[in-house]
């Protein structure tokens, strides 16, 4: 056998035990994943398909609900979904048209994971715009979970994607204002924010999530944040719900934020209840100077219910679900100044 052939059989093989350990775990006996319960929630489920996405998204849910309609599965909307916004010049947190770090360098990161737990992410990504497709295209033509940097780009390339430059004439102008000061602060909500996480459940009740970023605006070169890491940016568990992050993604990594609330969901939590439990575990850290910064989560559960919330107002989710396409405020944690 060929090594690589090889390695990719032995990979394959790692992640079947990897799966197989997940539905057993999810077969425990305080789960309700997998019960008799459960199966008959999902084949009752009203509402489907349904779509959700971080922040003022409708472009982008639209295209991921045309997707659903037309018969389309969860993991095709997503992808499809993040690329509006991946290929919107105007938003300056995705994509093309992303701000860049503070040598003036667009660098983007994205992850995809689908209803079987498989996933794929890049981080560090230069010159292609549709950094979630690129990610798709590791978990589905790759034995790897995750490409970074020149590797990721390479590969992007023999696959077809084109590269360009990504530093728009207003986000190097916005750069160049920067660099006068040069201070670096994450800014709590950055008006008309488009850093995209996506999570949708087609008409089978089946998840899928993606999540693509340019990543903080000005960051240190080489700077990775939680959006492409499996588990902190992006969470999904068919069996139990799938939850997304946005925001400072250094303190969702500290709580591997996406993991966390599925977990709690496994453990009976509503979506609404995980999200907020989740960030009152970053907001009651010692010392916590989260009055400094903005997390939020959205989730979604196997029954078709949805969570969103944040450390700070100004957060919201995009929700389509039977016909409407709707931005809806977050309730916040942090109420007084
Ligand atoms: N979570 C992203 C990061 O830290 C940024 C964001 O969502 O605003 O890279």
Request: one cysteine or more; aromatic letters at 6%.
């Amino acid at each position: 056998m060929k090594r690589r052939k090889f390695i990719k059989n032995a990979s394959l093989t790692g992640v079947g035990l990897a799966v197989g350990a997940t539905i057993t775990s999810c077969e425990d006996k305080n789960s309700k994943a997998g019960t008799k319960e459960n199966k008959e929630a999902i084949a009752n489920l009203q509402g489907l398909p349904l779509v959700i996405a971080t922040w003022h998204v409708k472009e982008a849910t639209a295209k991921a609900m045309e997707v659903l309609q037309s018969g389309g599965n969860a993991l095709d909307a997503v992808e499809q979904g993040c690329r509006v916004e991946e290929a919107n010049e105007k938003g300056q947190s995705v994509g093309k048209g992303g701000l860049p770090d503070r040598d003036g360098n667009v660098t983007l990161d994205a992850c995809i994971m689908d209803k079987n737990g498989n996933c794929g992410s890049v981080v560090y990504l230069q010159n292609i715009t549709h950094a979630v497709s690129v990610a798709r295209k590791v978990m589905e033509d790759t034995p790897h979970v995750m490409l970074a940097g020149e590797g990721a780009k390479q590969f992007a390339i023999s696959k077809g994607f084109q590269p360009e430059n990504l530093l728009t004439e207003a986000s190097k102008k916005a750069w160049e204002k920067w660099k006068v000061e040069a201070k670096y602060k994450p800014i709590i909500n950055i008006e008309n924010h488009d850093t995209i996480g996506m999570l949708a459940m087609d008409k089978n009740g089946d998840i899928s999530g993606a999540c693509t970023t340019s990543g903080l605006a000005y960051k240190m070169g080489g700077r990775v944040g939680d959006s492409p890491i499996i588990g902190s940016g992006l969470f999904v568990d068919n069996e139990v719900g799938a939850c997304v992050a946005t925001g400072l993604g250094e303190e969702v990594v500290k709580t591997v934020g996406s993991f966390l609330v599925v977990e709690l969901m496994r453990q009976g939590k509503s979506p609404q209840e995980a999200c907020e439990e989740a960030i009152n575990r970053i907001v009651s850290k010692p010392n916590s100077n989260y009055k400094d910064f903005q997390v939020g989560y959205i989730a979604i559960n196997k029954k078709g219910e949805t969570g969103h919330y944040s450390i700070h107002e100004g957060f919201s989710m995009t929700k389509f679900q039977d016909g409407n396409n709707e931005q809806l405020m977050s309730d916040f944690y942090h109420k007084s100044s």
